[in-house]
């Protein structure tokens, strides 16, 4: 899938976030966008979701701009995943694939059910069907979401911190069953993480940013290098053992 951001503008009322940023994802499968908070990875991610509109530039998919497409369209490309979910009320699980679904696409019931299912298979947790969806560990709901987002078929997937709240395994658990997706499924995942090290094992490609603005954008195996690290986070790491560890 072709991916481009061009010369992209975004402000909030009067604060400006990005002023003229590019950056072309076409490469990627599995990228991670990194930055220290308040960077703009979060508001990236919403306007490469259609959440948000630049005030300037064109974001193209596939060759096709936004504004060229309509909701409908771009919800079928693009399933948005973000940090939590919170339901009021007693939800079960595959009750909230399938509505969450019927909102995007004019399936039967009984597809709807199969491909919430199918979706649950895939990551493992056709177990958690009939769970209530408040009642799941951090990690459980992760991966709900996940299934969610897969379960719209959408051949980009856009998850906004997935691993923040949860412990060390599963955060590697969630990262290996994203780099299984793409490696199984025809489909862009984008990712904002924090973990430097999880970035550098799993993720194909990584976006770097600083103050609103792109510092570097390529291959992990390449870009990630002490010099660059420091640069972007203001903290002195060294590579041993191809892991980065920061300078006490
Ligand atoms: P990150 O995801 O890297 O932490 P964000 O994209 O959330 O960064 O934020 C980028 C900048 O935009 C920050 O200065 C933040 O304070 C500001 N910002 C984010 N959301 C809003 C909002 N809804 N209204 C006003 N400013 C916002």
Redesign the pocket.
């Known amino acids: 899938m072709n991916l481009q951001l061009c010369n992209v503008s975004f402000s ?2 009067h ?1 400006k ?1 990005f002023s003229d940023l590019s950056v072309d994802f076409s490469d990627g499968k599995l990228i991670a ?1 990194g ?12 306007l490469v979701a259609g959440i948000l509109e630049p005030a300037c530039g064109q974001i193209f998919i596939d060759d096709r701009e936004y504004k060229q497409l309509g909701r409908r369209d771009l919800a079928q490309k693009i399933s948005y995943v973000p940090q939590f979910i919170e339901t009021a009320f007693d939800l079960q699980v595959i009750d909230f694939l399938t509505m969450t679904a019927e909102r995007r696409q004019p399936f039967s019931k009984k597809e709807l059910f199969e491909k919430a299912y199918t979706a649950l298979e895939r990551v493992g947790i056709e177990d958690f069907a009939q769970r209530n969806i408040n009642e799941l560990s951090g990690g459980e709901r992760q991966k709900v979401l996940i299934a969610n987002a897969l379960s719209q078929n959408a051949p980009l997937m856009l998850l ?2 997935p691993v923040s709240h949860l412990d060390w395994s599963s955060q590697i658990e969630i990262f290996k069953l994203l780099r299984e997706i793409v490696t199984n499924e025809n489909c862009k995942i984008i990712v ?1 993480a924090h973990d430097i090290n999880l970035i550098a094992m799993y993720c194909s490609h990584v976006l770097l ?1 600083k103050n ?1 603005e792109v510092v570097t954008y390529g291959k992990t195996s390449e870009i990630l290098e002490p010099q660059v690290i420091q640069s972007v986070f203001d903290l002195k790491v060294r590579n041993v053992d191809n892991y980065f560890m920061p300078i006490a």
Do not use: A, P, Q, R
């Not at 308040?38 to 919403?46: I, M």
């Open positions: 909030y009322n604060k976030v966008v930055g220290n908070n308040g960077s703009g990875k979060s508001t990236l991610l919403k906004d911190e904002i940013m609103g």
